[in-house]
């Protein structure tokens, strides 16, 4: 699992990489709060490379919610396969995104 | 606390020595020192001060010499106790046999108390070393024991008999189990009589696993039953069961909750899905359908949202099968998954099953197809077949 960050003031664009699993989302923990410092503005989780997302992976997408709605910011879920889309459907997190 | 030291020698000269050279530590309270003067009397002062650290021996003695004496501390079998040999210069044959034996380090006569100053210093490291690992150990024994005491427990609030308190015990079979991957789990069933004529049954998953997911687990489980006994629908139980976890939920936890209601009087089961996998129909007739669910979101997310709920009828024969995704995503050593395809055809080989067979087969098919891997999620099933 490879999580890369970007910013160019404006948004910032996290791309995840491979599986995210249970011991993936541990892994990814300190970059993630990193990540929720930006939830002020736009946050853009770039989803076309991940390959697969745990609970644990959904658990980290609603902190980043969580601190976006806290702060006034958003979250945007872009480029989802068709599998995360499933995920995200049956879990009721299609609602809860933007997804574009 | 002082370091315990054993100095063991049939000459006498190297006591005055060493408690004159040592002495400001000695008077520090930083080492303690211990005589004898043959291998017996060593042994006997060790049994009398079982905290000695450190044993510094001749190897020429008589009635027990220094090899014999390091062979018998080694039966004894204590890993922060060690040896430091003293022999005549150039006995090369003795040394290489103390140490092949287990000794700590050596030392020459004319003994160089510089240089013994610096062997116990390392050996007093390597002491303390040992303890503290010692000490985890036994911390982690503790856990074990904690975990293990925990399954009990999670297992134990789990229901096991189905016999519920209904008009028509007779007219429901049911049957579930929870395979937590590690000691305890995240996911959970439960099954209970709301009334004379209605029962009301739940699966879930936890997000996470081991010891957080578990008292999560614990929560929304009672929350559930507590709710659903007072018998409002199955969409409010979610709703209510939500507000509260949303304000319990530390580190954005979330449950995915399949939660329905089965009336005996009209055959009819209400339920209400929170973000869990859909179940299956097993109907009488042997097919297998997934039961088309709307997708609520999963509970302690977002608090204050409604959630809709939905009704299938059931006739005499037919099963609803609940799992977690432990089931479907349960992975071989080639991170194959079983899937849902292989689920359904293991569910349509099953037909006039009851719900015991139901939930045994396809636990044994898991660990069949798993093949040794090691279990990465719970497994869970709950059946319900009307009869």
Redesign the interface.
């Known amino acids: 699992m490879e999580v890369k960050i970007t910013t160019d003031g404006k948004e910032t664009i996290a791309a995840f990489i491979g599986r995210l699993d249970?011991l993936a989302s541990q892994e990814i923990a300190p970059q993630m709060n990193e990540l929720a410092e930006a939830a002020g503005g736009t946050i853009i989780l770039d989803c076309s490379e991940l390959a697969y997302i745990s609970?644990?992976g959904?658990?980290?997408f609603?902190?980043l919610r969580?601190a976006a709605a806290e702060k006034g910011g958003k979250v945007i879920v872009r480029n989802i396969t068709n599998d995360i889309r499933n995920v995200f459907?049956?879990?009721?997190?299609?609602?809860?995104f933007e997804i574009q | 606390m002082a370091v315990k030291i054993l100095s063991v020698d049939d000459e006498t000269d190297l006591e005055l020595l060493l408690t004159q050279y040592f002495r400001r530590k000695i008077r520090n309270g930083e080492y303690e020192f211990f005589f004898a003067h043959n291998g017996l009397e060593a042994l006997q002062v060790l049994l009398k001060h079982p905290d000695i650290a450190i044993i510094l021996s001749d190897i020429n003695m008589p009635e027990m010499d220094g090899l014999t004496l390091l062979t018998k501390i080694n039966e004894m079998r204590i890993p922060s106790l060690k040896c430091i040999m003293v022999s005549a210069y150039g006995d090369m044959d003795n040394i290489r046999h103390a140490m092949n034996k287990g000794a700590f380090d050596f030392a020459t006569k004319p003994i160089d108390l510089d240089d013994l100053q610096l062997t116990i210093d390392k050996a007093v490291e390597q002491i303390e070393y040992i303890k503290s690992a010692q000490k985890e150990h036994a911390q982690l024994v503790d856990i074990q024991a904690d975990l293990s005491v925990a399954r009990e427990i999670q297992q134990a609030i789990l229901p096991r008999v189905f016999d519920l308190k209904i008009k028509d015990p007779g007219a429901v079979d049911s049957f579930a189990s929870m395979l937590a991957a590690k000691d305890v789990g995240g996911d959970f069933y439960d099954i209970f009589a709301i009334d004379d004529h209605r029962i009301g049954f739940t699966i879930a998953d936890v997000s996470g696993k081991g010891v957080p997911a578990a008292i999560f687990m614990a929560v929304s489980r009672t929350l559930i039953k507590a709710t659903g006994l007072q018998g409002v629908p199955s969409n409010e139980c979610m709703a209510t069961v939500n507000d509260i976890l949303c304000g319990e939920s530390v580190g954005s936890m979330f449950v995915t909750v399949f939660y329905g209601i089965y009336d005996l009087n009209t055959g009819v089961v209400s339920f209400t899905n929170a973000g869990h996998n859909p179940p299956y129909i097993l109907w009488a007739d042997g097919t297998v359908e997934q039961l088309k669910c709307s997708c609520n979101l999963v509970l302690g997310a977002v608090e204050g949202i409604p959630f809709t709920s939905e009704s299938l009828q059931l006739n005499s024969g037919d099963a609803l099968v609940m799992y977690t995704d432990g089931v479907t995503e349960a992975e071989n050593k080639n991170h194959d998954q079983f899937g849902e395809s292989r689920l359904e055809a293991e569910l349509a080989a099953l037909k006039g099953a009851d719900s015991k067979q139901i939930v045994n087969t396809i636990n044994a098919k898991v660990k069949e197809f798993i093949n040794g891997a090691p279990q990465s999620d719970d497994i869970t099933q709950l059946v319900i077949r009307i009869k």
Do not use: A, E, Q
């Not at chain 1, 459907?89 to 809860?96: A, K, P, S, Y």
């Open positions: 249970t609970s644990s959904l658990r980290i609603l902190s969580k459907m049956m879990t009721g997190f299609l609602n809860l």
